[in-house]
């Protein structure tokens, strides 16, 4: 279907290939192991994925935000370069989750948290396919977006706020670093 060869899979989600060089790509995935990551805990299960936050923290276990070690400077230029796809300005960009998926963890169904507004993910290692669904009546729409390694997306508006998302478990090391943005008072 050529004539949707540069429209957005979904209203609301944007992508853009190569966000971050291959040397960047290994310097942040020796900088995420190193960080101290963590198995993700929600409600008292444990999950397998391992996580880290920079800036600005929302603990699943007590469901509230709370605080976070800065950004490290070597994070800084790799958000700004988030932003400046997003069209956002940086400091915008107040979190920075990390995120490793070993072999046998992914992510289930989920929205971010409505505390956050926009959601900027990059791709590390292996490739993998965020799946969306959102449900109607009679089951779910569905769509799935291919997260090649050094790219980057952006989610915002229906597929942030409408569609949920998720990867299913991989058999390869994949890792991923999300920016978001508070969400606006309304
Ligand atoms: O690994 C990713 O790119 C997605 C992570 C995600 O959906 C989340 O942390 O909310
Ligand atoms: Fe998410």
Redesign the pocket.
């Known amino acids: 279907m050529l004539e949707l060869f540069d429209a957005p899979l979904l209203p609301g989600l944007a992508t853009r290939a190569n966000l971050i060089t291959a040397d960047e790509e290994h310097m942040l995935i020796d900088r995420i192991d190193a960080t101290g990551l963590e198995p993700f805990r929600f409600q008292g299960w444990t999950g397998k994925r391992l996580?880290t936050s920079f800036g600005w923290s929302y603990d699943f276990e007590v469901g509230r935000p709370k605080d976070a070690p800065p950004m490290p400077d070597w994070l800084l230029p790799i958000r700004d370069r988030a932003a400046d796809f997003a069209g956002l300005a940086p400091e915008t960009l107040i979190q920075a989750?990390l995120?490793r998926?070993d072999p046998g963890a992914g992510?289930g169904w989920?929205r971010?948290r409505p505390i956050y507004g926009h959601?900027l993910?990059i791709?590390l290692g292996e490739p993998?396919t965020?799946r969306f669904r959102r449900r109607r009546a009679d089951g779910f729409d569905r769509a799935s977006l291919p997260?090649d390694p050094r790219g980057g997306?952006h989610m915002s508006g229906p597929a942030r706020h409408d569609w949920e998302?998720?990867?299913a478990p991989m058999e390869h090391l994949?890792w991923?670093i999300?920016f978001r943005s508070l969400a606006e008072h309304r």
């Open positions: 996580t989750l995120i998926y992510i989920h971010d959601v993910g791709s993998a965020m997260l997306y998302h998720s990867i994949r991923s999300t």
